[in-house]
């Protein structure tokens, strides 16, 4: 019994350093009205894909809900962060400034607005 109280308080104890050891979100370049394309790849993965580059995905914690429709057109600015070491992910961390979309994909979409900043 002292043996399953010890595995679980030293399993408790790796969790809590484990996530206080994630890295911070760390800044490689900054993007500008970059034309962009949001795929959604599950009902908990959502990516944005640039129209200039169809092998890169970018990924968006803070992207709206609204805007996680497959198929919607934007307009992006933000920064691209560094992929943490020893981390697996769908795309390349992007933290968004701002989103525009044109007038067509708002009544497309059913948007409540054109543009969104996040600051």
């Not at 484990?18 to 962009?36: C, P, R, Y």
């Not at 995905?57 to 497959?70: F, G, H, I, S």
């Not at 992006?76 to 994909?105: L, Y």
């Amino acid at each position: 019994m002292k043996n399953i109280q010890l595995f679980i308080i030293l399993l408790m104890l790796s969790a809590a350093i484990g996530a206080s050891a994630q890295t911070k979100f760390e800044k490689v370049k900054s993007l500008k009205d970059i034309k962009a394309t949001v795929k959604v790849l599950n009902e908990k993965q959502t990516v944005i894909v640039p129209d200039t580059e169809p092998t890169q995905r970018y990924v968006a914690t803070e992207l709206p809900e609204e805007l996680r429709k497959d198929g919607l057109h934007l307009s992006i600015d933000g920064d691209v962060g560094a992929i943490p070491p020893n981390v697996r992910m769908i795309g390349v961390p992007f933290h968004i400034t701002c989103i525009k979309v044109t007038s067509a994909e708002k009544k497309k979409y059913k948007l409540s607005k054109k543009k969104w900043c996040m600051r």
